[in-house]
């Protein structure tokens, strides 16, 4: 099989290229990326001599050249390519438009033109954050109604409603998973997990969002990329499955599990003033994919963070690398005055 990444360069497309290409070794990957900020060409550094993948620098907003690529016998396309951040997208929500809303619209548009004559799959990659906000109890299913809170969540519920339009409209092999909160190996240093775990490593603070009581549903990215494999090669087109990892936590106990990890004083935590329309819980029921195609999680969150850990430390020199320049421009601005 061809498989078109797309943001393939990033925290989950690079550990899914990896996975996928470890798991099936007849099959190979097209790469696509922009190398924004978070787009990292080092993530896949160790693959660039494989004759089955193949990095190719563009933007999924450029439709010509998206159309040339698919053309040449993709059989299924996996859509990582986003902006991310939450607090990127309330300085400046004009980049999600573009490559969230636009870029999904690009690709969809592709994937109409060819896929009568070429088979091709087009699989989705979303958030929970679409949902919005939960209470106290509860979880996200399939069915919640979408309330998204931020220009990010916003901008990943409308090209989620594109693809499933496009379904529903031209029938196109579509289908979307919805995940909790990733953290794993290569991911960017604003995120939570890798910002507690290179800060606590360097003895810096750790700044955590208002009362640090702020819930999310944590999973093991190699589960996340084990739940897309099933998704793709077994789920239903038309379909929505939400990925979960059964890991519900407050972020202060994410941050204090990740100094206890270290060894670190807990002191080093920082309360910082929250930021604006931050939701309070997230948990997702994953029961829809576990019955329909058998997956649930296999990483427990204490397994995770250890292995997190470890690769953080033997990996210094990648995260240093990042944590410098723009980022620690872009670091300090967001928590100066926090």
């Given at each position: 099989m061809k498989i078109l990444v797309t943001g393939g360069c990033g925290f989950i497309g690079s550990n899914f290229i990896r996975y996928f290409l470890k798991s099936y070794p007849d099959y190979s990957m097209i790469n696509v990326d922009k190398l924004t900020y978070a787009g990292n060409i080092e993530n896949?550094?160790?693959?660039?001599?494989?004759?089955?993948?193949?990095?190719?620098?563009?933007?999924?907003?450029?439709?010509?050249?998206?159309?040339?690529?698919?053309?040449?016998?993709?059989?299924?396309?996996?859509?990582?390519?986003?902006?991310?951040?939450?607090?990127?997208?309330?300085?400046?929500?004009?980049?999600?438009?573009?490559?969230?809303?636009?870029?999904?619209?690009?690709?969809?548009?592709?994937?109409?033109?060819?896929?009568?004559?070429?088979?091709?799959?087009?699989?989705?990659?979303?958030?929970?954050?679409?949902?919005?906000?939960?209470?106290?109890?509860?979880?996200?299913?399939?069915?919640?109604?979408?309330?998204?809170?931020?220009?990010?969540?916003?901008?990943?519920?409308?090209?989620?409603?594109?693809?499933?339009?496009?379904?529903?409209?031209?029938?196109?092999?579509?289908?979307?998973?919805?995940?909790?909160?990733?953290y794993g190996p290569y991911q960017f240093p604003e995120k939570l997990i890798p910002l507690m775990v290179s800060n606590a490593i360097e003895?810096?603070?750790?700044?955590?969002?208002?009362?640090?009581?702020?819930?999310?549903?944590?999973?093991?990215?190699?589960?996340?990329?084990?739940?897309?494999?099933?998704?793709?090669?077994?789920?239903?087109?038309?379909?929505?499955y939400n990925i979960g990892g059964q890991s519900e936590k407050p972020n202060l106990t994410v941050a204090k599990t990740i100094l206890d990890r270290l060894g670190k004083a807990h002191s080093l935590i920082r309360f910082v003033t929250d930021r604006p329309g931050h939701d309070r819980r997230y948990a997702i029921d994953f029961s829809k994919i576990e019955r329909e195609l058998g997956w649930k999680p296999s990483v427990s969150f204490e397994e995770g963070i250890s292995l997190t850990v470890e690769w953080y430390q033997a990996h210094r020199e990648w995260w240093k690398k990042i944590k410098t320049g723009e980022y620690l421009d872009y670091y300090n601005r967001m928590y100066k005055d926090r």
């Amino acid at each position: 099989m061809k498989i078109l990444v797309t943001g393939g360069c990033g925290f989950i497309g690079s550990n899914f290229i990896r996975y996928f290409l470890k798991s099936y070794p007849d099959y190979s990957m097209i790469n696509v990326d922009k190398l924004t900020y978070a787009g990292n060409i080092e993530n896949l550094s160790d693959l660039s001599h494989s004759p089955l993948y193949y990095f190719i620098r563009g933007d999924i907003a450029d439709a010509p050249r998206i159309e040339e690529l698919i053309s040449k016998g993709v059989e299924a396309i996996v859509n990582f390519a986003a902006e991310s951040h939450v607090d990127r997208s309330i300085e400046d929500p004009s980049a999600f438009i573009k490559t969230n809303v636009f870029g999904t619209f690009v690709l969809l548009e592709a994937v109409r033109k060819v896929f009568q004559k070429q088979p091709i799959r087009f699989l989705h990659v979303s958030t929970d954050e679409v949902y919005g906000s939960l209470g106290e109890t509860g979880a996200f299913t399939e069915e919640t109604p979408l309330a998204p809170n931020s220009p990010y969540a916003a901008s990943k519920t409308a090209a989620d409603m594109l693809v499933r339009a496009y379904h529903h409209t031209y029938g196109i092999p579509a289908l979307i998973t919805r995940c909790s909160n990733n953290y794993g190996p290569y991911q960017f240093p604003e995120k939570l997990i890798p910002l507690m775990v290179s800060n606590a490593i360097e003895d810096k603070e750790l700044p955590i969002y208002g009362d640090g009581m702020h819930v999310r549903d944590w999973i093991y990215v190699e589960d996340h990329c084990r739940a897309l494999d099933v998704v793709l090669h077994r789920g239903k087109e038309g379909e929505i499955y939400n990925i979960g990892g059964q890991s519900e936590k407050p972020n202060l106990t994410v941050a204090k599990t990740i100094l206890d990890r270290l060894g670190k004083a807990h002191s080093l935590i920082r309360f910082v003033t929250d930021r604006p329309g931050h939701d309070r819980r997230y948990a997702i029921d994953f029961s829809k994919i576990e019955r329909e195609l058998g997956w649930k999680p296999s990483v427990s969150f204490e397994e995770g963070i250890s292995l997190t850990v470890e690769w953080y430390q033997a990996h210094r020199e990648w995260w240093k690398k990042i944590k410098t320049g723009e980022y620690l421009d872009y670091y300090n601005r967001m928590y100066k005055d926090r």
